[in-house]
């Protein structure tokens, strides 16, 4: 079965600093890759997808096959990037999305 | 757009009970679906519904839950009877389509405290 591992439940650092949430996967094929963030009192919701290499909010995210990793990365954090973040992983075929068990980043001013 | 919409927001009651949550998705969206998410938890895939239809309700434990998309629009999910592991998060959430990747929009959940 897949599994999605985000190792660190905290994570703290400082405005400007830069930000790394790891995440690691468990899976043969070739998956599709997603970072969902919760802000206080909001919703989740999708921050980006691997397929579309793109940077949302100044975050960005590589799939790396040979380590089975899909780290966000954010070179200058913000407090406002104060959030829960998920790593979720959809497999081929009929396979619901897998959510790993969350990082809660905090900036500190 | 309005979002997704779940009554009610919190909800506790005792072992045995029955409770039923409720979720209305963004107008347009044929797929909806049903997560729990447990404290210190991802969410988890209950059911998804196709339209009114079941694509995938495999990690649903039918023995005490149900769900049901009627004219494939609303949707309830129902827990008779609770148990205290069942206090968690319910998710709601809807998507355009039926493609497997489609960006999935998530309501406010539900709070289910089972004393």
């Known amino acids: 079965a897949q599994r999605v591992t985000q190792p660190e439940k905290l994570l703290s650092v400082f405005k400007g600093a830069p930000v790394e949430l790891k995440c690691n996967y468990s899976y043969s094929g070739s998956p599709e890759l997603f970072w969902y963030v919760q802000y206080s009192r909001q919703r989740l919701q999708l921050l980006l997808r691997h397929i579309s290499r793109e940077s949302i909010k100044g975050f960005t995210a590589d799939l790396n096959k040979g380590e089975t990793s899909f780290h966000l990365k954010k070179p200058f954090a913000q407090e406002e990037d104060s959030a829960m973040y998920y790593c979720?992983?959809?497999?081929?075929?009929?396979?619901?999305?897998?959510f790993g068990k969350g990082t809660r980043l905090s900036v500190i001013a | 757009e309005a979002g997704v919409a779940q009554s009610p927001r919190y909800k506790i009651i005792e072992k045995r009970q029955s409770v039923a949550f409720w979720c209305n998705p963004i107008?347009?969206?044929?797929?909806l679906y049903w997560y729990q998410q447990i404290l210190g938890q991802g969410p988890k895939l209950l059911i998804q519904f196709q339209n009114n239809g079941v694509v995938d309700d495999s990690q649903l434990p039918k023995d005490r839950f149900s769900a049901e998309r009627l004219k494939g629009v609303d949707s309830t999910l129902k827990i008779q009877p609770a148990k205290l592991e069942d206090s968690a998060v319910y998710l709601c959430?809807?998507?355009?389509?039926?493609?497997?990747?489609?960006?999935?929009?998530f309501g406010p959940g539900t709070r289910l405290t089972v004393l």
């Open positions: 979720a992983l959809l497999a081929a075929g009929n396979t619901p999305l897998v």
């Open positions: 959430a809807s998507s355009l389509g039926g493609i497997r990747t489609d960006t999935q929009y």
């Open positions: 107008s347009g969206h044929a797929t």
